[in-house]
């Protein structure tokens, strides 16, 4: 094998750190590459042609010219599987080299293995965490990629990884890949910027390089009529909806018609009314919030009847009324539920719809039907919104022949919803790929990171108005072979509106970053020699100490925080860190910030606040109680700006909970808009301590004496393996902390998060002779 990068072959790459025969070439793939390799570079290439064949190259070359280690980030952990998988079959270096680290794999051992690996293959949320606790360096890796980039916003772990890479490491370098960054200029600017991005790189479909490896992919837009009773139920809605729209203006908060209003425009109203209560706290306002919450609960109403039909409806009204009549329900859904044209409107649901249905449904039968009839080995994807949704396609597509399909959803469990397990979800897609479930009924979950095999045909069974979540679904289908895509459309509903809407965007994210390749002015690779022989950019010149925040220190001190490990997620944490102020994690049993031997704080989100007053179950006072008991100085700090709306309690009470801290507790109360401003309150209360005061920091203290089930639950999570969770589960399942001891290993397996290896550890700590 030669010594050079690359050559050019005709069918397969060969390289020194790249298997041979193993990886087809394709000219667009090393055009791409090798403008990634001219500096930090957001490649954009729509989902099936090998953006991670994108990343090998890059990955190789980096590797083969500056040594080190490079990290590959992707969002979920099938897909990070999936990634290091393909690369140990691939690349040229001892398997153990490449290594994957999740969450399930203990911090210290990450710490143990970091040091061995050369190509690290990880959730973000794990690198995040380790540079936090300052478990690993970034110094010596010479690459990163960050798959799905477009999540590079806001907080998300992507951002910071990539600030603290390119502060720590000697030769920094990126390469960020997405089918879909987004439609917004603004959006765009938000990654190129989080992720130090200096190079833009997009191929399309139908690019001239990359037309010979697309296949044709057909667009179909099937439109259906909204039966004349579902239009009676909306029309008994849109009038509750005009009603509230008429009490608004009443109280001098006038908005646009309801045929003009869309779900944006309502959260944009919310968020204006929520700041007007950190003036006078005008009672009009809590009125209007409340009006507006039942306007929100009647739109989401009016968009499933109109768009997914009578069960799912029926569903959300059954979720509705439990919330109206529960303990601690909102008065929005009490006064919904109890008005006369709501009731109307269930009458109608219970009495006169039994054997209506959405005329989608029938036609999803159908075209799948049709579709499988044709070609008996084919697999069908068909998004939906909503869970309700995929739950009654599923059940009206297994009634018709030929047909197996599965419902696919995420983790979370919510009212009588039982989600998938990850585990759950890759053996679902490994049926799928071998074709004993030929159709997947999905939601949201199937869009992104997982490992979803090639389909024949993409069924949207309603529009959906975001291009990125647009562009990921019909990128399932023409990967291999022809695909073909259907849109179900209701007539003069919003599903017309969503679908001109995703179209638009679509166009106007291509035009953006055509405009920021451009803009950019990154030279175009036309001559692959300078790539084979690798002449390719050298190292970015690094930034001086000077282009940083400098550390926190005063009089040669550095300032220090003790943070308890649970907010670790937190981006208080993160914020503090860039800061300089130092970070240490424990297991704190008493508050979750300690800034000196005094000073201690508890922080509290508003909506976990005003949870807490109204759910027995939630223990602030118990928590504050112990805070001033140990602490000398105990601080609340109150994080949001929606203290007095998030639960629609009513003012005095939260003004009576909050006299209280104060006096009764002697607990210092103090406000923050967001977690930045948490943290910059926290660097002054550590500089005053610590400086000013010169005071240790010294975390001390016990919680009470716990109740008994908080023993109970102790107890059984001591074993290993067993968390907070899985203890609650096991006690809810078997009752008593003997009743798990004596239970076997196939009642154990019953209980949520117990699975074989937990049940036999169990059973081993309980029957095991003790060797002391």
């Not at 609960?297 to 997914?308: D, M, P, Y």
């Not at 959906?464 to 022809?482: A, F, N, V, Y």
């Amino acid at each position: 094998m030669n010594d050079t990068p690359f050559t050019n072959e005709p069918s397969y790459i060969k390289h020194p750190l790249i298997k041979p025969d193993t990886v087809e070439q394709r000219l667009y793939q090393l055009n791409l590459a090798g403008k990634a390799l001219e500096g930090p570079s957001l490649v954009v290439l729509p989902t099936g042609l090998g953006k991670t064949i994108i990343a090998l190259f890059v990955i190789a070359s980096r590797l083969q010219r500056f040594g080190g280690k490079v990290l590959l980030l992707s969002p979920t952990k099938p897909l990070v599987e999936q990634h290091a998988s393909f690369f140990r079959k691939v690349m040229n270096i001892p398997e153990e080299e490449v290594l994957t680290f999740t969450g399930s794999i203990s911090p210290a051992e990450r710490e143990k293995l970091w040091e061995k690996g050369r190509l690290i293959v990880s959730t973000p949320q794990v690198i995040e965490n380790d540079i936090l606790t300052k478990r690993i360096s970034l110094e010596d890796v010479t690459h990163i990629t960050f798959d799905e980039a477009h999540r590079a916003v806001g907080n998300y772990a992507y951002t910071f990884i990539a600030e603290k890479y390119f502060e720590a490491a000697k030769n920094p370098h990126i390469l960020a890949i997405t089918a879909s960054p987004g439609s917004s200029d603004e959006k765009i600017a938000e990654v190129c910027e989080a992720l130090h991005i200096e190079n833009v790189a997009v191929r399309t479909e139908k690019d001239r390089d990359v037309r010979p490896y697309v296949q044709e992919k057909e667009i179909e837009w099937e439109k259906v009529n909204l039966p004349p009773e579902m239009k009676e139920v909306r029309d008994l809605l849109e009038i509750i909806m005009d009603d509230r729209i008429g009490k608004l203006g009443e109280l001098g908060f006038p908005v646009a018609s309801r045929k003009n209003m869309s779900k944006k425009d309502l959260l944009a109203l919310q968020k204006s009314l929520q700041s007007e209560l950190r003036g006078e706290g005008n009672p009009a306002v809590f009125t209007a919030l409340s009006v507006l919450a039942e306007m929100m609960k009647l739109n989401h109403g009016i968009e499933l009847i109109e768009t997914q039909g009578v069960l799912a409806l029926k569903k959300y009204l059954e979720k509705l009324g439990q919330e109206a009549f529960a303990k601690g329900g909102t008065k929005a859904a009490k006064r919904l539920m109890e008005d006369l044209y709501m009731r109307k409107a269930l009458h109608m649901l219970k009495e006169n719809m039994g054997e209506v249905e959405h005329p989608k449904l029938g036609l999803a039968q159908k075209i799948v039907s049709v579709q499988l009839e044709g070609s008996p080995e084919s697999r069908v994807i068909v998004f939906t919104n909503y869970r309700d949704t995929a739950e009654m396609v599923t059940d009206a597509l297994s009634e018709v022949p030929g047909l197996s399909p599965v419902r696919f959803v995420g983790q979370s469990s919510k009212y009588k919803d039982k989600g998938l397990t990850q585990k759950k979800q890759v053996e679902i897609i490994e049926k799928f790929r071998q074709g004993e479930y030929n159709v997947l009924v999905a939601t949201s979950v199937a869009e992104e990171g997982l490992d979803i095999p090639s389909t024949d045909l993409v069924l949207f069974y309603e529009p959906i108005p975001s291009e990125i979540r647009s562009i990921q679904r019909k990128g399932r289908t023409g990967r291999l072979h022809k695909g073909r895509v259907v849109v179900l459309v209701t007539k003069g509903t919003r599903d017309e509106a969503y679908y001109w809407s995703s179209k638009n965007k679509e166009k106007r994210m291509l035009s953006s970053m055509h405009g920021l390749e451009s803009a950019l002015g990154s030279k175009k690779v036309t001559d692959l020699s300078a790539f084979e022989n690798g002449t390719e950019a050298g190292p970015e010149k690094q930034k001086t100490l000077g282009e940083f925040e400098v550390p926190c220190e005063t009089g040669g001190e550095t300032l220090r925080v003790v943070i308890d490990h649970r907010e670790t997620k937190s981006g208080v944490a993160k914020s503090l860190d860039r800061m300089g102020v130092g970070l240490s994690f424990k297991a704190l049993e008493v508050g979750d910030y300690v800034v000196s031997d005094r000073v201690a704080v508890e922080r509290k989100r508003t909506d976990d606040f005003a949870s807490s007053l109204i759910d027995g179950k939630r223990n602030l006072f118990a928590q504050l109680s112990d805070l001033a008991r140990v602490y000398e100085k105990p601080v609340l700090i109150i994080e949001g700006g929606d203290l007095f709306t998030a639960r629609q309690i009513n003012p005095n009470a939260i003004y009576g909970s909050l006299a209280s801290i104060a006096i009764d507790f002697g607990v210092s109360i103090l406000y923050s808009r967001d977690e930045g401003e948490t943290a910059s309150i926290l660097k002054v209360l550590a500089k005053r301590e610590q400086i000013g005061e010169k005071r240790d920091v010294n975390p001390h203290g016990k919680k009470s004496a716990s109740t008994l089930a908080e023993q109970q639950e102790y107890l059984v999570s001591a074993i290993s393996n067993i968390g907070p969770k899985a203890a609650r589960n096991l006690l809810l399942h078997l009752g008593s902390v003997e009743a798990i001891m004596t239970a076997d290993k196939e009642e154990l397996q019953k209980v949520k998060l117990i699975g074989p290896k937990t049940a036999a550890r169990i059973r081993e700590v309980v029957t095991s002779q003790y060797k002391g």
